[in-house]
């Protein structure tokens, strides 16, 4: 079963970008510059963040519905990136390398399922996520730090 994975839209996090430092934390936004590669992974590109650029870590709602699972996290949004990240069965960089929780939902918003895989693992959990026809989409998550990391749709 083919599947896409997404970044984030980088339209709601643009007005923050060229802000300076006291406005950013009046608004709760944190700017930083990378001071090592890989370590910081952008949720609009999927991307590592190079060395020396900036990001802005930001608190992100990452599941809207009324229910318990309603979620929001801190993320990192690399400081003017534009295209979001959107392939069709490709594990982008930035979910390569970590230990991800993958969180299927139905269309109410509840969790349906939920299981842990890294690297080559991810394409295979994916599947059997979506074979329960009650799963809606998938939520991508860090799970180290439990961070938002990319949303998965059936292609």
Known sequence: ????????SAEPYRPLFGLTDIELGALGVQRLRVDE????????????????????LVNHISQL???????????????????AYSEIDTIPEVMQSRILSLRGFGRDGMMVDADLASG??????????FADPAIDTIHVHNAKRGCYAARVDRA
């Open 37 to 56: 590669y890989p370590g910081y992974p952008d949720r609009i590109t999927l991307r590592e963040v190079p060395v020396g650029e900036t990001l802005l």
């Open 1 to 8: 079963m083919s599947f896409r994975i997404s970044g984030l």
């Open 65 to 83: 519905a009324d229910t318990a699972y309603r979620a929001s996290h801190a993320i990192f949004v690399w400081e003017g990136a534009d295209e």
């Open 120 to 129: 080559a693992e991810v394409p295979d959990l994916i599947n059997r996520l």
